[in-house]
């Protein structure tokens, strides 16, 4: 029922962070916590295999498209 990516995984848990001047800073995903400034590691978000142009919150879910976090 959710419109953007961000919206739909925070509504089941599988992505937690904190709001900031670019949108929703990832710092959790999946249980796995990782913040740049402290662990020089942070949740990197890919629309089809390449690294969004997007932040989470204000990427819509399209069908069809598949939506992915790496850790770098």
Do not use: H, Q
């Not at 925070?10 to 740049?36: A, C, H």
């Not at 069809?64 to 850790?71: A, D, K, M, W």
Request: aromatic share 16%.
């Amino acid at each position: 029922d959710k419109v953007t990516v961000g919206d739909a995984l925070i509504e089941v848990g599988l992505i937690d962070g904190e709001e900031s001047e670019y949108g929703l800073y990832v710092k959790t995903v999946n249980g796995e916590t990782f913040d740049y400034d402290k662990d020089g590691k942070y949740w990197a978000f890919y629309v089809d295999d390449e690294y969004a142009t997007t932040g989470v919150d204000s990427t819509n879910i399209e069908e069809g498209v598949e939506y992915s976090f790496r850790l770098e």
